[in-house]
């Protein structure tokens, strides 16, 4: 089949003559996405194309635009999104009227306007393909369009608003990055999240308890009970039972993300309140436990040079922030232990 240029394509008449009565319906940019995915496979629609697996509409500058998640964590915005994004209107081919001003008008990089013309061909669960484009083409679009007007290459009405809508869109992207923006639109941010705390977590914690080893120093409970003002016993381990709330907040809440809640499951407590075994214990060798050593050493340190709690724990959540909210410190006037 002949390559149809834009020129071609005047009426819905001449959709009508090129692709049928359904393509005169449907316009322009559908004739656009059958004829891009014709030219991607040699005249028939890709084989196995990669699935979008998070789909969603991204709101940004007064636009809504169909953005996707793809199965190789590629980040996608549909050509049509592409086109509005900018303020282009009107029939035709929209992502080859945008290679043309790209070689004509810019100085951009050939690979972009190779990347506009050659769109990802996916599957979005829609009767046919569809054809789009990472979203990070979208920013080296704005500034390339961008960079042409400050050379004033740019002289038409139509091409001013194409930089005008540019701009609106980079002030948008300072704030968020364009790869957020579409995970969020899609929901894909929380799956983002999920993976990346399973492996930390996968790093931090093991599947089996360790034997046990004196891990905490003396010196953390005592500098504890000095700042408490509580009467500390050298010859008993036995600890008040607000020890144990402040040793989750000073330590398992502010070691990793997720951490706490993870040894929590692993190591619940009995009928009676205890655990059996000590949370340590299930932080792995090479990564979790010297990474609770560290911590109880910088804790240490700043307990040491504190002279009073509310100062100290003041320090310690700016150097060391819990990764969760906890009630514990909100009120640093923390209930007196029995001395």
Known sequence: MLEIMEEDIKTPADLGRLGGTKTAERGPEYYAEIQAMRKNKGGGRPRNPRKATHKGTLK????????????????????????????????GQGTARIAALLRQKTNADNDLAVAIE???????????????????????????????????????????????????????????????????????????????????????ITHEFRKWAKTFPDDFYKEIFRLRRWKYD???????????????????????????????????????????????????????????????????TLMRVSDEWVPFTKMLNRALPRYLAMPLFDDPELPEAQA
């Not at 635009?65 to 209107?89: H, N, Q, W, Y």
């Not at 930089?163 to 894909?188: H, M, N, P, Q």
């Open 60 to 91: 940004i500058t007064g636009q809504e635009l169909p953005c996707f998640v793809l199965e190789d964590e590629t980040r996608v915005i549909s050509g049509r999104g592409i086109t509005a994004a900018i303020g282009m209107k009107g029939r």
């Open 118 to 204: 050659n769109p990802i061909i996916f599957d979005s669960g829609a009767p046919i393909p569809t054809q789009g484009y990472e979203a990070s083409v979208l920013v080296d679009l704005c500034d390339a369009i961008l960079d042409a007007k400050d050379r004033g290459t740019l002289k038409t009405e139509q091409e001013l608003r194409y930089a005008s809508a540019c701009y609106i869109l980079t002030r948008a992207f300072a704030k968020v990055g364009i790869v957020a923006l579409v995970d969020e639109a899609t929901g894909y941010q929380y799956i983002r999240a999920r993976a990346a705390l399973e492996e930390i977590l996968e790093k931090f």
């Open 234 to 300: 050298e010859s008993t381990v036995k600890r008040t039972p607000l020890i144990g709330k402040l040793t989750t907040n000073l330590v398992y809440d502010r070691l990793a993300p997720g951490v706490r809640q993870r040894l929590e499951k692993l190591n619940p407590t009995n009928e009676k309140g205890r655990r059996r075994r000590k949370h340590f214990q299930w932080l792995t060798e090479d990564i979790g436990d010297p990474a609770l050593r560290e911590h109880l050493a910088s804790v240490i």
